[in-house]
């Protein structure tokens, strides 16, 4: 079942801007995670904060989590072409061990 | 290095020949599991494996199979492939599923005739 939801579906910039992508769930989480996918491509992890966390840092990235309204964000400060390609949420259930459940993405497009 | 590998990573074939889709992980994870990947829908599991011997369904299983006998291998098998099974499947694997980061595999594209 779909649990994470990104907005938006697609987003364009030019290189140096900042893009922010919003990720909203249903149900309490033990963590959020966002990764990235390259065109037809593997899923790479960027970046996993728990539920008492409310912001984390990681190079470019910073990913903010308010549980109260049950939605994060993922900010890429300076983007480069490189940063092309699709983003997707995913969220682990508060019981503990459980699977990860994606978010259909965002698609970023970073024109030079 | 650790990685996912899946094999084949492009396969046509058709209706109704059973095909398997490999993966093998090199990090000793326990736990791993395979995603269908549809354009307009996203990722949706089909099945997950806690460790050796132990496997469930996800949201999708309809239609496979799959296997854990060693903990390093765990491949998805069509029995009767159908159109409807055209796609993007990739394998993943974590140390502790959901609390940990999970890697995946590069994906293998899948068309049915």
């Known amino acids: 079942s779909q649990q994470g939801e990104e907005d938006p579906q697609a987003l364009s910039i030019q290189e140096g801007e900042n893009a922010t992508m919003n990720c909203s769930y249903k149900t309490s989480i033990n963590n959020l995670q966002w990764y990235r996918q390259n065109s037809g491509r593997g899923l790479v992890h960027l970046i996993l904060?728990?539920?008492?966390?409310r912001e984390k840092h990681s190079g470019r990235l910073r990913v903010t989590l308010d549980t109260s309204k049950k939605s994060s964000s993922l900010l890429i400060t300076a983007s480069r072409a490189a940063d092309t390609a699709s983003y997707f949420c995913?969220?682990?259930?508060?019981?503990?061990?459980?699977?990860?459940?994606f978010g259909k993405g965002t698609m970023l497009l970073v024109s030079p | 290095e650790a990685q996912v590998t899946q094999n084949p990573r492009y396969l046509i074939t058709v209706t109704g020949k059973k095909l398997t889709v490999t993966c093998s992980q090199n990090m000793n994870h326990e736990y791993m599991s395979w995603y269908r990947q549809d354009p307009g829908l996203g990722l949706r599991q089909i099945y997950y494996?806690?460790?050796?011997?132990?496997?469930d369904k996800g949201d999708v299983p309809e239609g496979y199979k799959v296997s854990r006998k060693e903990k390093r291998n765990f491949p998805l098998i069509l029995e009767s492939p159908s159109p409807n099974q055209t796609s993007l499947y990739f394998c993943?694997?974590?140390?502790?599923?959901?609390?940990?980061?999970?890697?995946f595999g590069q994906g293998t594209r899948l068309t049915v005739v």
């Open positions: 993943a694997s974590s140390l502790y599923p959901g609390v940990s980061e999970a890697f």
């Open positions: 494996s806690m460790n050796v011997e132990v496997t």
């Open positions: 995913a969220t682990a259930g508060a019981s503990g061990y459980s699977t990860l459940t």
């Open positions: 904060i728990r539920s008492n966390e």
